[in-house]
């Protein structure tokens, strides 16, 4: 086989690889309703219920975060991050989770917030959030 056909196809073996992982590691926008019914990561676009208890002592545990949140349809449900409170957090207009399901609770491995902007009324600030892996 010439060398030329060999890179082609080591080439196009690779192209396949990076379009797999790629893909794989997308997760799809939902609802806490579309949540229920899979296993998989999802991205919920929603509000914070601000008539409901935050809850986050760091004195008893600095990584436990939980809140409620209505979805853009309307359903409300109990979101636990395993995180420290994000700065700002009762501000925000709109917040993106991606995490999933478990049990009756949404489990938050990233919060990403839009905040009004302190300095314009027509930009919002963008602030994104991460849980801590445990290390045992």
């Not at 990403?112 to 009324?121: A, G, I, N, Q």
């Amino acid at each position: 086989m010439k060398k030329s056909a060999i890179f082609g196809i080591v080439t196009i073996a690779i192209a396949i690889a990076v379009i797999i992982s790629t893909y794989s590691n997308t997760s799809t926008y939902g609802s806490f309703n579309d949540a229920r019914k899979t296993d998989t990561e999802l991205h919920v676009v929603g509000h914070l219920n601000k008539q409901k208890e935050l809850f986050y002592d760091a004195t008893k545990d600095a990584n436990y975060f939980s809140f409620y949140m209505k979805d853009n349809k309307g359903e409300e449900c109990k979101v636990v991050f395993n995180g420290t409170k994000p700065q700002d957090f009762e501000r925000s207009e709109q917040i993106v989770l991606t995490g999933q399901m478990k049990g009756k609770e949404f489990h938050a491995s990233k919060i990403l917030m839009k905040c009004p902007s302190k300095y314009t009324d027509d930009k919002l600030n963008v602030t994104e959030a991460k849980a801590k892996s445990a290390s045992i």
